[in-house]
């Protein structure tokens, strides 16, 4: 198209006025009499000049129109053209619904031609949930039973596009017959139809998922094509069940790539490259995992990469998706391999798209491959500055996802100013709950902790997540184990937010200021030589601010009532609650008035408010045992007892058995209980003690959330490029046969680092900048990749060992970061006549470093409620492992599991990963499917372990 | 795919197919966010958008913006292929299409997209097969009208009481230049005797 003469509007009202536009350049059959009404109509709206003159010509169309569809004597051949001049006022945004009913009428009764316009008006004009819809359905299922392939064709694209879920049960015999045409293109709808049933309502074609698998064998390429979008949705949901049809995805993703279809389904010289994407992606679902189903298609995906070869986009939306594949299956190394070269070529290409996309791959290998950033590393670079957006954006997830102790403040830092630059509320959410996270989990001191969530408050504003701010008030409250550094922070938050409040007018966003109250409110008595009343005036001056919200205003008294218990007396305070006790909002009055009555007695606010208590426990003594004296004292006095309500309601209807006195007694209780509530405390008073009470149980989440204040190397070092290997801590383990008669040096060595070290010969200032900027990106990240055991580099020297004698040298190996299977290798160098020296590797699996953990149910149910990380998921039982005992019997064996105690078909176990990580396990087994749920202190854990339980339940 | 739009340079919509269903108010919104966000976009930048929790794939032929929108995990640069295998194809019905084509013929270009993508996915990827599927809607449509008004004309006594038509066309690639052979067969009766002949 791009070669056609580009006439633009312009020029539309010359062209128009030519009696046959068909005959211009590249006429065809579709040109259209520009003379048609509808021509006209265009015609006459181009030639306008303004948005007004345009309203007012479509309501003067529209009123034309709403007359002609309603007259009895229009044909249809008429209400066909009114209809393709509604669908032009629809798009153009002027609302037409009066013509609805009649482009039903007309699918319903128009000739082929009109039913076509009928059909297309309804679809376009109606969406799924629409009430007029159910007048289509019978018009649907006229057209469904006709002899004309015309017709059937278009009422099975209707149905696919839109139909009213209810009435399914109405056209599907239909369709299902459909399914047995003769006609390919009758199949292939028929298949698509049932697609969108599956899309609306899964369960009412559950019965005809045998018809599906016909579907897929068919052998018209286009039904075929079209049954696989139904498996992909069927197998996104459940992979497990559909294991078996592999096979047959595999061999059919084989014979497209090997060019065995019509060269009609080509596209560029390139074999159904749709069918190709469509089949990789459910190879990916059904390989996730499963390392023996992942087996058959490693060939299939090796022949793929291989034929992807040609320059063109095409090829490269195969190949990404092979990418994909590749890295969501169980890993082949060679695979794995030729996926990282084929992402480099993505991520150097020129092309913005494929670099776009290089970025994208990278950021979903990440995790798994962390050298392959390191490689890209320059690229990553420039690409952090790349005009357009939203590569930068790209960029800034990837760095997300490699975000560490070291290279955190810069991340941080990049999409901070990513955030200041974007308006977008999306993003804004989306990036402001990164930041939190990154600032939360690697925040290397006080200050910068504080200085970043200010900037994300001021930002984020109030469109982020409520999370953000509850989180970060938690974490200052709760603290951390040490009580300085805690006191530190918060001291520290104090200050900053008083230095903010100083400048007058300026304008911060509500959950910000709540954030703001909440902490000078809580912790301002850690300043000493501060004067409360310089606080508590700058609050006051908030208070009648016009931009604060009364949320905010409540959180602002609450703050004051709190530092006013401190305090012994105070005139601003004075001044405030007389200000307030005249508001007209009533939630104001209220406050000051509680805060008039709490001043009056200030021992009482001081047991009201306790200092640095926020995380504590309410206790709440239900029984009112503390008015008992009170109680005796009436009894004493002749006060009739108490009795309980249900009591009283009994005597009552013993004495008048007629009236039934129920809803009175109701409304009783009701308010008996809602009056015991009130005064006692505020109701903003009460939503903060919730909001910190009711996260307690939470409480174990503090590991995954909390700062890590504490070994956190200096940034901007200058390691250079790369960095250094960390220091490693641990111990390393091994009892080495030795070699007789030889002399013998026993040496561990480091795993080589997979670093591509690159050594530029001279470097420009900018280059040297982004190399700066690299070392301090990706510092840490190489040296984590591999290997997560981490052990000392050791060596042992034996002098010489006498013949027929061993001698032995014991180290300690420590899995400090959770894993699966972890790689310990070294050499070994001895001297006989000559040196020699050995390679070995060992590999561990996270199994071996699982030993039982004995303890008692009761202690089972406490740690169970300590633990916040867990992992659920069912497995399928071989009848083969036919109980639960079994099942768990065949854990205990393979994983060192400690059995606590097995009722019924409920069982639970503990275990602990060395030295002292415990992880608990509550399994319960219910039609052939073992649900298993996992529980630990540490986060990565109950993934592995669930791992090892699938392998050990695969291999019984 | 959740939406096509295909829009002008000037920011006028062309062709709107929703595969989602959303309230016209919602609708409006997104268009017009969308055009202004993909208009203001530099010719030499990447074809591929985040918007909201979409991914906007969008191409410019000529002076008319194409513009899908996808989920986060489908594949981007095969999307961008589906827009130029549209193009192709209303390029090889219109004979080297261009925007006038589709802003007078809005009914075909959707007939075209309905052949091609069907609920937001793709129907069918054979180029032939789509336009025989469209053509042969097109010409039972003419021959039938045709054929009414033959009907009119010559058996005006005749109440028709079936028709069935056999088409073959010849595999000439250009649309409007070949040979299309038609077998009609025709059951009328004669308003009087009410005698049955098949024709």
């Known amino acids: 198209m791009s070669d056609v003469v580009e006439r633009t509007l312009s020029a539309l009202p010359g062209l128009l006025g030519q009696q046959d536009p068909g005959a211009g350049p590249g ?3 579709g040109r259209v009499s520009a003379t048609s009404r509808l021509g006209g109509l265009i015609r006459s709206i181009t030639a306008l000049s ?19 569809v309603s007259a009895p004597t229009t044909t249809l051949r008429l209400m066909k053209e009114c209809m393709v001049r509604l669908i032009y006022c629809e798009m153009l945004g002027y609302e037409s619904s009066f013509g609805y009913i009649h482009a039903i009428k007309l699918a319903q009764q128009g000739n082929l031609l009109e039913k076509r316009v009928g059909y297309l008006a309804v679809s376009l004009f109606l969406h799924e949930n629409h009430e007029l819809l159910l007048l289509l359905v019978n018009t649907v299922v006229k057209d469904l039973q006709s002899t004309n392939l015309v017709e059937v064709c278009m009422a099975l694209t209707v149905v696919s596009q839109i139909f009213p879920r209810e009435m399914i049960p109405a056209v599907l015999p239909l369709i299902e017959d459909k399914l047995q045409h003769s006609k390919e293109i009758i199949r292939r709808k028929a298949v698509q139809a049932l697609y969108k049933f599956y899309l609306i309502a899964p369960n009412q074609v559950q019965h005809i998922h045998d018809k599906f698998r016909k579907a897929l064998c068919d052998r018209d390429v286009g039904v075929m094509a ?33 060019g065995k279809l019509p060269i009609d389904f080509n596209y560029h010289s390139v074999p159904a490259p749709w069918l190709q994407i469509q089949l990789l992606r459910i190879l990916g679902l059904l390989g996730k995992d499963d390392p023996r189903t992942s087996e058959l298609m490693y060939d299939v995906l090796d022949e793929s990469l291989r034929r992807a070869e040609i320059n063109h986009n095409i090829t490269y939306a195969i190949l990404f998706e092979c990418v994909q594949t590749i890295y969501t299956i169980c890993p082949k ?18 092309k913005i798209n494929l670099k776009y996309l290089g970025l994208k791959a990278l950021t979903y290998v990440i995790q798994q491959d962390p050298n392959l950033a390191l490689q890209h590393q320059m690229t990553i670079i420039e690409c952090l500055d790349h005009p357009d957006p939203i590569i930068k954006r790209e960029t800034l997830e990837l760095l997300y996802r490699i975000t560490n102790g070291q290279n955190v403040t810069v991340i941080v830092q990049k999409m901070l100013d990513y955030l200041r630059q974007s308006k977008e509320e999306y993003t804004i959410i989306n990036l402001t709950g990164k930041i939190a996270e990154l600032v939360e989990k690697y925040a290397p001191d006080n200050e910068w902790f504080i200085q970043t969530m200010n900037a994300v408050f001021s930002v984020g504003g109030d469109v982020m997540h409520p999370d953000i701010p509850n989180n970060f008030l938690r974490l200052l409250a709760e603290g951390f184990d040490d009580e300085k550094e805690d006191e530190e922070l918060r001291l520290y938050a104090v200050q900053s937010y008083l230095s903010l409040l100083e400048e007058e007018d300026t304008f911060y966003p509500q959950k910000f200021l709540q954030v703001m109250s909440w902490v000078l409110g809580e912790y301002s008595y850690l300043i000493n030589d501060g004067d409360p009343e310089v606080i508590i005036t700058r609050l006051h001056r908030l208070l009648k601010q016009t931009f604060v919200t009364s949320e905010t205003k409540a959180w602002i008294m609450t703050a004051v009532t709190k530092m006013s218990s401190r305090m012994s007396c105070s005139k601003t305070i004075d001044k405030l609650i007389q200000e307030f006790s005249t508001s007209l909002d009533t939630c104001m009055r209220q406050y ?21 208590a926020s995380c504590d426990e309410i206790m709440v003594d239900a029984s009112l045992s503390f008015l008992d004296g009170f109680v005796a004292e009436g009894l004493s006095c002749g006060a009739a007892p108490y009795k309980p309500h249900h009591q009283r309601q009994e005597e009552k209807l013993s004495q008048e058995k007629a009236l039934n006195f129920e809803p009175y007694g109701l409304s009783f209780t009701s308010n008996m209980s809602s009056s015991g509530f009130t005064g006692r405390q505020s109701p903003a008073g009460l939503s903060l003690g919730s909001d ?30 790369l960095p250094k290997k960390e220091n490693k801590t641990g111990k390393e383990d091994k009892t080495q046969p030795v070699p007789q008669d030889s002399i013998l040096t026993a040496h561990v060595v480091d795993p080589p680092l997979m670093q591509s070290e690159q050594q530029v010969v001279s470097l420009s200032e900018e280059e040297k900048e982004k190399q700066q900027l690299a070392s301090t990106l990706f510092v840490g990240l190489g040296s984590n990749s591999t290997i997560s055991l981490i052990f000392e580099s050791l060596s042992c020297h034996f002098p010489v060992i006498e013949a027929q004698s061993m001698e032995s040298c014991q180290k300690c190996v420590q899995l400090e970061k959770v894993c699966t299977e972890g790689v310990l290798s070294g050499s070994i160098s001895y001297h006989l006549d000559t040196d020699t020296h050995l390679e070995f590797s060992l590999t561990f699996s996270l199994s071996d470093f699982i030993r039982p953990m004995k303890m008692t149910t009761e202690d089972f149910g406490r740690l169970w409620l300590s633990f916040s990380n867990d992992v659920k998921q069912n497995l399928k039982m071989s009848p083969s492992q036919g109980s639960l005992s079994v ?13 606590v105690e097995i009722i019924g078909n409920e069982g639970i176990a503990a275990c602990r990963l060395l030295p002292s990580v415990p992880c608990l396990l509550h399994c319960r087994t219910h039609a052939r499917t073992l649900a ?3 529980r630990s202190s540490c986060s990565a854990l109950p993934d592995s372990l669930l791992y090892q339980c699938q392998k050990v339940m695969e291999e019984a | 795919m959740q939406f096509m739009l295909l829009f002008s340079r000037q920011g006028k919509l062309r062709l709107q197919k929703w595969y989602v269903p959303l309230s016209d108010k919602e609708k409006k919104k997104i268009t017009r966010e969308l055009v202004q966000t993909v208009l203001a976009r530099k010719p030499k930048m990447c074809s591929f958008l985040e918007w909201r929790d979409l991914k906007i794939v969008y191409k410019r032929y000529a002076s008319l913006y194409f513009c899908c929108a996808i989920e986060d995990q489908d594949n981007e640069l095969i999307t961008l292929e589906i827009i130029h295998r549209y193009v192709e194809l209303l390029d090889k019905y219109f004979g080297s299409v261009c925007e006038l084509d589709i802003i007078f013929n809005f009914e075909k270009a959707y007939f075209i997209l309905d052949e091609f993508l069907l609920g937001g996915e793709v129907q069918e990827t054979s180029k032939k097969n789509v336009l025989k599927a469209i053509e042969q809607a097109d010409l039972l449509q003419e021959v039938n009208f045709s054929f009414t008004r033959i009907s009119q004309i010559l058996f005006n006594p005749c109440i028709i009481t079936g028709a069935y038509l056999f088409l073959q066309r010849s595999s000439a690639e250009q649309f409007g230049y070949f040979t299309v052979n038609i077998d009609v067969y025709v059951q009328w009766k004669f308003q009087q005797s009410g005698q049955k002949i098949c024709w």
């Open chain 1, 27 to 29: 006429g065809g059959p």
């Open chain 1, 50 to 68: 303004s948005k007004h003159e345009e309203e007012k010509l479509i309501q003067q169309e529209q009123t034309n129109l709403k007359a002609t």
């Open chain 1, 226 to 258: 079209a049954s696989l979008h139904i498996y992909l949705q069927m197998i996104k949901k459940n992979a497990s069940g559909y294991k078996d049809l592999t096979e047959s995805f595999v061999s059919i993703l084989k014979q497209v790539v090997g």
């Open chain 1, 333 to 350: 190394s060679d695979l794995l391999e030729k996926a990282a070269k084929c992402i480099g070529k993505f991520v150097l290409s020129p």
């Open chain 1, 592 to 612: 000051a008035f509680e805060l008039k009555h709490l001043c009056e007695n200030k021992e009482l606010m001081k047991n009201l408010f306790p200092l640095d």
């Open chain 1, 692 to 721: 910190m009470s009711g996260n307690s149980a939470e409480l174990g989440q503090k590991e995954t959330n909390c700062l890590k204040l504490d070994g956190v190397r200096k940034l901007w070092g200058k390691e250079g490029y």
């Open chain 1, 887 to 899: 099942a768990l019997n065949a854990l205990k064996q393979k994983l060192k599991l400690h059995i």
């Open chain 1, 932 to 934: 298993l749920w996992f």
